[in-house]
């Protein structure tokens, strides 16, 4: 929602400057969403999430809720509840026309953006240093630290690069459907939430997969008969798959050590 | 819950007969803010039953509420033709078949809450939760596309036979049972699966059952605090059982403190009348001193969502263990 | 030298190999344990003991051979089952209930015997009173037993460490096993209090006329009470018998290389 009203803001004034729609602009557009979101993630977790850090993980839970409820109202109140027409910032035409298969620009966009930011995010975790100070951290906070790692900067990195991600997904989102209002994120954000706990808490390909997986049969469901069920179906999916899979489709199953 | 627990509550239904006697000099204002809490106890105390003391993660349990409140609504719409006249069709036979209607929901519910424990209960906690929520949220579709029960217009007609009474025992008798089953022996059972579930299984406790049982007792008498919702508003909407106003529950057992049946209930009170709170408190001024103007508040009206979410953070950033919970200095043996 | 399989056997373990992905952690271990038996598990650290443990007390179920105890299996049952059958365990890092009082961490350990029924406990019978005090004095007279009597409201959390591990035992206890398993009772005392442990562990056995397997490191305390070892090295049995059997093997020394010093029980 952040990014998506950032973008929105920003958008006429990067008009000055690049012709919109373009995709100069565009690029432009997501940096700035980009270190926006980042920032106020890393605000966040510093003022919220790190003093908690000791605590049982349902007051983190609902201290994240409470956080969600914080920008989306402030939302609400400081652009006004109704919906803003999000501007067209790539020029949206079919790209790829194959026999009734059609894609257009803003579909490839998508798609193409998503897996570049995939393979940049997985590149960051498996090949670079900070990489394996998040996964180090993950596995044993105690044991990173006495390593030498910063426990608080990696924390805050991953907070701003999630953040960042989430204002492009924002984006993104009101490139497809370019009705934004301050309450857009909140079924995309847990149906997010949905599609990582599928794949695997902690597994990013299978977050991927958990998001493909979702997107697909919400899609199929809404052109079938059980359509008004399209919201239900999300979990529907997660409670099939989580009864067979215990720790989500590529999760890996924790043992705990006695 | 000290020396005679069936006498306290003997005496809490007694009490709340009394009171309700003379609910026609009470403002019906006052009322229904009371029948209010009367109900959010009662929810209150059945996820502290799930959450609290057995420690597992459920986000759905106004989904719960939804399935007692529509059951029994449906069972008074749809029996009320042939039972009422059959007892008589005076006083004695509605408020029996009040009394049917809200077991009758309460029973659809902990059905339903065995189908969603059983199979949810194998998972962890972050998955449990989840899993929960996406419950809750079923409920809420399904009863959205059903015609039976009004879809997304809604259930209306539904006799209003909640009263203070009915309300105030029904909580009290909700706190007793669910606090004599915990503080016992078998009880400590739901305490032992919620520190350590592998040491519980270690000393004989089979925790599914427990975590099963809590989830089932608690959905029952979520299906009732619903029953008395539906009996009560007389309209039932799916809008109303999702995600949020499960959250809002789980705020009433957090800031109570997990487990702590008597917070649990300063909560809910607590909670139901920050609403009201607000909405007297935004319609006063804030005179200045030396001038003749004064601030006005009327602002809280429209900032409702913003401060009870700023309340939520600061809770948990400042008091997460409860408001109520006082960590009472037990003489440490080593005299420290 | 191996004892050879007694029909009479308390706990049976037969052939019994666990692997996780492809790593071997038990395999083909067979031993019993007999009534009245004190016996020592023993190995260089990552040997498997704890593996054994918990393959025992069904946390792990072997990937092959069996597991009787009293001539019933054991494999597939739930670890609750397992304790209900006679089969009680402490853990390596102290697993008490962290939110409960010294006295309820044993009370919660009764409910396996319980004769009570769910409505007698909410509607307060006779029965149930009756019952309870049953069970308040049976926790006391354990708890007194064990010194810890005095301790009895207080949180389990904040008891010392050594009293932890023995508030631990006074659990496992009292769900009234056959055979109790103790997992590094010793790891974190002092001398004085590995001799205490000595002779508690030896008055358990006498007094609760139970079979006891311990796992530990310090050979003092092993040497001194076992009167069977059986040592594993690296998920294999290298050795079973005796202390003074095992105290000379030299198949045992070598794979506690470095620690010669400590084998013949000299503290």
């Known amino acids: 929602m952040v990014g998506a009203f950032f973008a929105f803001y920003c958008a006429p004034i990067v008009a000055k400057v690049l012709p919109i729609p373009g995709i100069g602009a565009f690029l432009v557009i997501i940096l700035g969403v980009m270190i926006v979101c980042a920032i106020l993630g890393i605000i966040i977790e510093y003022l919220a999430y790190r003093p908690l850090r000791a605590r049982p993980k349902l007051v983190v839970l609902i201290t994240a809720i409470g956080v969600s409820l914080f920008l989306e109202y402030s939302g609400q109140w400081i652009f006004g509840p109704d919906p803003k027409a999000f501007p067209e910032l790539i020029t949206d035409r079919p790209l790829i026309e194959w026999h009734t298969l059609s894609i257009s620009v803003n579909q490839s966009l998508i798609l193409g953006v998503t897996f570049l930011l995939l393979v940049g995010l997985c590149y960051i975790v498996k090949r670079t240093r900070i990489g394996i100070a998040m996964r180090a951290v993950s596995n044993n906070p105690q044991a990173a630290a006495l390593m030498g790692i910063n426990v608080d900067m990696v924390i805050s990195f991953t907070f701003g690069l999630g953040s960042a991600l989430a204002g492009v997904g924002g984006v993104l989102y009101a490139l497809y459907s370019p009705s934004i209002d301050p309450l857009m994120g909140i079924l995309p954000g847990l149906k997010a939430f949905v599609a990582a706990v599928l794949g695997g808490i902690g597994n990013l390909p299978g977050a991927v997969v958990g998001g493909f997986l979702l997107g697909t049969t919400e ?40 | 819950m000290s020396t005679r627990p069936k006498l306290l509550l003997l005496a809490a239904i007694i009490a709340s007969f009394v009171i309700s006697l003379f609910s026609s000099h009470i403002n019906p204002y006052y009322l229904d803010v009371l029948v209010g809490i009367g109900i959010n106890i009662v929810l209150a105390a059945s996820l502290n039953l799930i959450n609290g003391y057995t420690g597992q993660f459920s986000l759905g349990h106004a989904g719960f509420m939804a399935v007692g409140g529509y059951s029994a609504a449906m069972f008074s719409i749809h029996c009320s033709g042939k039972i009422l006249p059959a007892l008589g069709g005076g006083l004695f036979a509605s408020q029996a078949l009040f009394v049917v209607a809200l077991i009758a929901g309460g029973l659809v519910t902990a059905l339903v809450g065995l189908i969603v424990g059983a199979p949810s209960l194998r998972l962890r906690g972050d998955y449990l939760a989840i899993v929960t929520l996406g419950f809750g949220e079923i409920i809420r579709v399904i009863l959205q596309n059903t015609e039976a029960v009004g879809a997304s217009r809604g259930l209306t007609g539904i006799p209003l036979y909640t009263n203070f009474f009915w309300t105030f025992s029904i909580a009290a008798l909700a706190i007793y049972v669910i606090t004599s089953m915990v503080h016992s022996t078998h009880g400590r059972g739901f305490l032992a699966v919620r520190d350590d579930e592998i040491a519980a299984e270690a000393v004989g406790i089979n925790t599914t059952r427990y975590k099963v049982t809590a989830f089932v007792i608690g959905a029952f008498f979520a299906g009732v605090a619903g029953g008395l919702y539906a009996h009560f508003k007389q309209y039932l909407n799916p809008d109303g059982f999702g995600f949020m106003a499960s959250i809002e529950i789980v705020v009433m057992v957090i800031l109570g403190g997990m487990g702590n049946m008597a917070g649990v209930t300063a909560a809910a009170i607590l909670l139901t009348l920050l609403p009201e709170f607000l909405r007297v408190l935004s319609g006063w001024h804030i005179p200045l001193p030396f001038t003749d103007a004064s601030i006005s508040l009327k602002w809280i009206a429209g900032t409702r969502m913003i401060l009870y979410s700023l309340l939520l953070i600061l809770i948990m950033l400042l008091r997460p263990q409860g408001l109520f919970t006082w960590k009472i200095k037990k003489k440490s043996p080593s005299g420290k | 030298m191996t004892t050879p399989a007694s029909t009479i056997d308390l706990l049976r373990m037969e052939s019994c190999t666990i692997q996780f992905g492809g790593l071997t952690a038990v395999s083909d271990l067979s031993f019993g344990i007999g009534e009245n038996d004190l016996v020592g598990l023993i190995g260089p650290n990552g040997a498997g003991k704890t593996t ?40 390596q890092n102290i697993r008490l209930f962290q939110s409960l009082s010294v006295f309820d961490n044993v009370r919660a350990a009764f409910h396996l015997h319980l004769r009570q029924s769910i409505c007698d406990t909410i509607l307060r019978s006779r029965k149930f009173h009756k019952e309870e005090d049953e069970i308040e004095n049976r926790v006391m007279e354990l708890l007194e037993i064990f010194n810890l009597g005095r301790f009895r409201d207080a949180y389990a959390r904040y008891l010392p460490y050594g009293d932890q591990r023995r508030l631990e035992i006074v659990r496992a206890l009292a769900t009234q096993p056959r055979l109790l398993l103790l997992d590094e009772p010793a790891a974190g005392m002092n001398p004085t209090e590995k001799i205490e442990l000595m002779r508690l562990i030896q008055f358990i056995e006498e007094k609760f006329k139970i079979s006891i397997l311990l796992v530990e490191h310090d050979m003092q305390v092993v040497m001194g009470i076992c009167r069977k070892i059986v040592v594993l090295d690296y998920g294999i049995k290298i050795a079973e018998g005796p202390p003074s059997e095992i105290r000379k093997n030299s198949k045992v020394i070598e794979a506690y290389l470095g620690d010669t010093a400590k084998t013949d029980g000299t503290p």
């Open chain 3, 52 to 91: 054994v443990f918990n393959l025992i007390t069904g946390v792990y179920t072997p990937t092959s051979g069996s597991i009787t105890f009293q001539g019933k299996s054991l494999k597939g049952k739930k670890p609750y089952e397992i304790t209900a059958s006679g089969v009680a365990r402490t853990f």
């Open chain 1, 219 to 258: 899609t199929y469901v809404s052109a079938s008969s059980l359509s008004t069920y399209r919201d239900a179906i999300a979990f529907a999916v997660l409670i099939v798959i989580l009864l067979f899979k215990p720790s989500g489709i590529l999760g890996k199953a924790e043992v705990e050590k006695v």
